[in-house]
């Protein structure tokens, strides 16, 4: 199993497979052809549906810098070896020199056939929840100890940058107002709901509103092509810095603190992707915005020294109340209904740690488990309901606008 680095990347919005990906494919290929004078790259699958929605195009040509550059957008070819895989051609003076094929693999990974130089290491000897609180326990570890003892000697250092890019992408939303770009007309609300927080005193109210301004904060800047960190993705991005945010203000838990849970969290994530996935082109939302509660429960979990079962117990409902989510981001933009999704995550992943602290020993379905169904749920799922912006809420709003 990989890195949670691999977990929580710094990049900008607003798809971390479609963005994020696609840039450190043009990355990889520019820089092993530095002398190509032309640039002809074709996308597929999701990344040729959604692709102009969530700036693929942008994205790739910006990092392809002065090279004349063609993209093309095939949404026909279906025997691919990925829904999310993108060709590269290179050109001399007119003549075909290189070739590249990548596929985006969800969290702004990406993997090359033939090319193990291109995929992360594996760190971790153990591959699921249940093998490694097996050996937690025999080793008298928590979870956070299990994680430091198998990552580098910098994790806890380049957990504390996430964290405080975390916050600065909160920080930042909050302060801004304004219309989202795309022409879905989405004002900005992050701001208005921070201000409404006195309006209604009682606990739970201010709760609400603090937490979700904090996740409308980070996805509203997430959709306007702001710096996020991945948690596992993009799209996913508010739901683990709008609770973390609150619960340390809160409770005034340390950043040390903060830290082990966004190792825990992490863990959890690179469970999810090593047994399932976190791409929504590959298994719908539950993917993302699943993962992300499971990884926000465990998370809060740990903050309150929670033991290994009831953090399992955490993870598992945070993801089990999120199977057959479906991707259908309206116009292929990660506003509607991403961002108000994210805000209901995040308090959902509350419930679930709060659900976790007195009922874990009642539980009878394993975090392995639930990641299982959430994989074959996502492979029945209809392709329509996989970040296509062909069904559910993208194409209702379509028949509504056409009327």
């Not at 994205?59 to 004349?68: D, F, N, Q, S």
């Not at 090319?115 to 979870?143: G, H, K, M, Q, W």
């Not at 992050?190 to 739970?204: G, N, T, V, W």
């Amino acid at each position: 199993m990989k890195s949670i680095k691999e977990i929580y990347k710094t990049g900008k919005g607003p798809s971390s497979s479609h963005t994020m990906g696609p840039e450190r494919a043009a990355k990889l290929f520019i820089g092993e052809n530095p002398d190509v004078d032309k640039v002809v790259v074709t996308l597929y699958g999701s990344l040729a549906k959604t692709g102009k929605g969530h700036h693929t195009d942008r994205a790739i040509r910006e990092t392809l810098g002065e090279v004349e550059t063609e993209i093309f957008f095939d949404v026909e070819t279906t025997n691919v070896p990925h829904v999310n895989t993108l060709d590269f051609v290179g050109y001399k003076n007119g003549e075909k020199t290189a070739f590249l094929r990548v596929k985006s693999i969800g969290g702004g990974e990406i993997s090359v056939e033939g090319r193990p130089d291109v995929t992360p290491p594996e760190i971790y000897p153990e591959n699921n929840f249940t093998s490694i609180a097996e050996y937690c326990r025999e080793n008298n570890l928590r979870l956070r100890d299990y994680v430091y003892k198998y990552e580098s000697e910098d994790i806890k250092e380049y957990l504390a940058t996430a964290w405080e890019t975390m916050k600065k992408s909160i920080a930042e939303g909050l302060s801004t107002k304004g219309e989202l770009e795309g022409g879905l007309k989405v004002e900005r609300k992050a701001q208005y709901l921070f201000e409404q927080r006195h309006i209604d005193e009682s606990e739970a109210t201010m709760q609400n509103r603090l937490v979700c301004a904090y996740a409308f904060a980070v996805g509203e800047q997430n959709a306007s092509c702001g710096t996020v960190v991945t948690a596992p993705t993009c799209g996913a991005c508010s739901v683990l810095p709008a609770a973390l945010k609150y619960m340390q203000e809160k409770k005034g838990f340390s950043d040390e603190k903060i830290i082990d849970a966004l190792a825990v969290g992490g863990l959890i994530g690179c469970i999810v992707k090593q047994n399932a996935s976190i791409s929504g082109a590959e298994c719908g939302c539950q993917a993302e915005m699943g993962t992300a509660c499971s990884m926000t429960a465990a998370a809060l979990c740990e903050l309150y020294e929670m033991g290994t079962d009831q953090i399992e117990y955490a993870a598992e409902v945070a993801m089990e109340h999120h199977l057959g989510l479906t991707c259908d981001p309206i116009g292929g933009l990660v506003q509607i209904p991403c961002i108000e999704r994210g805000a209901v995550c995040a308090m959902r992943a509350i419930n679930a740690c709060n659900l976790a602290s007195f009922l874990a020993s009642t539980r009878r379905i394993s975090f392995d488990s639930v990641v299982d169904t959430m994989y074959q749920t996502g492979k029945d799922l209809s392709s329509c309901y996989r970040e296509t912006s062909e069904g559910g809420l993208a194409k209702t709003y379509n028949k509504k606008k056409k009327k």
